[in-house]
């Protein structure tokens, strides 16, 4: 039980240190703004297009989700292609490794027995599920 909670509480330390490692050089990487300039982007020259070349407004419609998808997606690709060129990615210093974990369905610990341990609960959800 002690050993439990110990491996329990290095877990959580080693989870809190990679969160926090994920906070401080956010600022690096840019995803959100690039993907969102590229998705209005993409929005508008797809509108654009459509109203220069005189297209119904239901054909309007249906093309600008697929603009706002492809302008998202280059966003994405060009900010995936700017970051590798950054100075600053070389100097960032490695992400914290952290065990792995399982996630445990909750009906699999809704029908455990109470006196099952850790392990046995997490056999029990990785097990193969049996037919007939």
Same mark, same amino acid.
């Given at each position: ?30 995803? /959100?703004?690039? $993907? !969102?300039?590229?998705? *209005?982007?993409?929005?508008?020259? %797809? ?5 220069? =070349? ?16 492809? /302008?998202?997606? $280059? !966003?994405?690709?060009? *900010?995936?292609?700017?970051?590798? %060129? ?5 100097? =960032? ?24 341990? *850790? ?14």
């Amino acid at each position: 039980m002690v050993r439990e909670r110990a491996a329990r509480e290095e877990a959580l330390a080693q989870l809190e240190a990679q969160r926090a490692w994920d906070t401080e050089n956010a600022r690096v990487n840019r995803w /959100g703004l690039a $993907i !969102g300039i590229g998705a *209005a982007l993409g929005t508008v020259l %797809t509108f654009g297009a459509g109203l220069l =070349l005189g297209a119904p407004p239901v054909l309007n419609l249906f093309l600008l989700p697929i603009g706002f998808a492809v /302008g998202a997606v $280059i !966003g994405g690709r060009t *900010a995936e292609r700017l970051r590798t %060129t950054r100075a600053e990615d070389a100097a =960032l210093p490695d992400r914290p490794k952290a065990v792995a974990m399982i996630r445990v369905p909750r009906r699999v610990v809704m029908h455990a027995e109470s006196d099952l341990s *850790a392990k046995e609960i997490i056999d029990l959800s990785t097990a193969p599920k049996r037919r007939g």
